[in-house]
């Protein structure tokens, strides 16, 4: 069983910044790629950002030059800078890891930060 664990979430006025964390915990022998998603009230959950091992990265269009993903690997660990937000930032974060725990591979979510941005 692999854990994951966000926070940072919060409200927040436009155009300003937050900073998530997801930490992985339990039997990890690699991961290859760690992610953000989010989810809209009435929407589907859908891709922010992705970081693999060697630290190649995937934004959505809508988040390209305002928010930034990284990773420390020695603490399986991804993180989510988040400026310049917008209302339509607004959702619940999801943190999603894949990787292998020596017997298998295994796909993880945590259970969501939600991020409100309003004046």
């Known amino acids: 069983q692999v854990q994951l664990v966000e926070s940072g979430g919060g409200l927040v006025r436009p155009g300003g910044s937050l900073r998530l964390s997801c930490a992985a915990s339990g039997t990890i022998l690699s991961i290859y790629v760690m992610g953000w998603y989010r989810q809209a009230p009435g929407k589907q959950r859908e891709l922010v950002a992705t970081?693999?091992?060697?630290?190649?990265?995937n934004y959505a269009d809508s988040v390209k030059g305002r928010f930034t993903i990284s990773r420390n690997s020695a603490k399986n660990t991804v993180y989510l800078q988040m400026n310049s937000l917008k209302p339509e930032d607004t959702a619940v974060y999801y943190c999603?890891?894949?990787?292998?725990?020596?017997?298998?591979?295994?796909?993880?979510w945590g259970q969501g930060t939600q991020v409100t941005v309003s004046s």
């Open positions: 970081i693999t091992s060697g630290g190649s990265t």
């Open positions: 999603n890891a894949d990787g292998d725990t020596g017997s298998g591979s295994f796909g993880s």
